[in-house]
């Protein structure tokens, strides 16, 4: 990111800052800066899905635990609506060299639901055949039939969710909440690079899923699935790699730290596991 920072725009919904909300105070900004801007969030909670196309952008809040972004939303009803991925989470990534600071980020649709629906789904994500070129296609539940889909209490919920081509995203002393899988979800395995220190994550199957190059330092993962914690996918380059340093893990008795999907590579250095 750019060392010469403009002077912050304050969000607060005290009516004290220049925006009320995150989104205006991301609209606002020119789209061909290649300056910092610093985005100033005020403790309050934030119930709007961020849309972030801008680039060179730090969002910063003013704590941890007194910023919190939340949206509840399960990909699959989102795909019922639209053809792609954007826009399905809680805070949608295209732009790049982006900074996160002092958030929580919640997709807590799976904390309240109170278990599986059937929705009318009359896109391709409602039929039984695979999806488009180039679109991610959505898992088929058993006893689906043509023109529904089975809405998981766990399924898939982003928290975050980046597109291909949001590349050196940086997160430091942020918490991100899923009530399903997939939390954390940097998804670009051509060239995505990322980098989360001092952050906590947690959720069900696969719920921190980097594609491409990815360090973890300092980071706390609580799973709740006894399928896998992480997961990462480094098809595209032999040299990807996912690495986790000084990172500790709790979770459901019997869980497991991960599974094999696709190509990847896992490091963990000086980790420590729960008992589980």
Not at 19 to 37: G, H, P
Not at 84 to 112: P, Q, R
Request: charged share 25%; aromatic share 12%.
């Amino acid at each position: 990111l750019s060392l010469q920072a403009q002077k912050k725009i304050i969000v607060s919904q005290d009516g004290k800052g220049q925006f009320a909300t995150i989104q205006a105070a991301l609209n606002s900004l020119d789209t061909f800066s290649t300056k910092e801007r610093v985005i100033f969030i005020k403790n309050g909670t934030y119930r709007e899905k961020l849309m972030i196309d801008k680039s060179f952008v730090k969002l910063q809040g003013e704590s941890e635990k007194g910023v919190i972004i939340s949206q509840s939303l399960p990909r699959d009803v989102w795909r019922c609506q639209s053809p792609e991925d954007y826009g399905a989470g809680t805070v949608n990534v295209k732009g790049h060299d982006l900074a996160f600071e002092n958030l929580t980020v919640l997709n807590e649709y799976g904390f309240n639901a109170k278990g599986d629906t059937t929705i009318t789904c009359l896109s391709e994500s409602g039929a039984t055949g695979a999806a488009s070129k180039d679109r991610y296609a959505l898992p088929r539940e058993k006893g689906e039939t043509e023109g529904t889909k089975i809405v998981r209490k766990d399924g898939h919920q982003f928290a975050f969710r980046s597109m291909p081509g949001a590349t050196r995203l940086s997160f430091k002393n942020c918490t991100f909440r899923a009530g399903g899988g997939d939390t954390v979800s940097p998804w670009d395995v051509e060239a995505g690079m990322y980098y989360f220190k001092n952050c906590t994550m947690e959720g069900w199957v696969d719920f921190y899923c980097p594609r491409g190059w990815a360090w973890a330092e300092n980071c706390h993962f609580i799973c709740h699935n006894k399928n896998a914690a992480i997961w990462h996918d480094g098809t595209n380059h032999e040299s990807s790699k996912t690495v986790l340093k000084n990172c500790t893990f709790v979770g459901e008795k019997g869980y497991k730290l991960g599974r094999y999907h696709r190509p990847a590579q896992f490091y963990l250095i000086g980790c420590k596991f729960d008992e589980n």
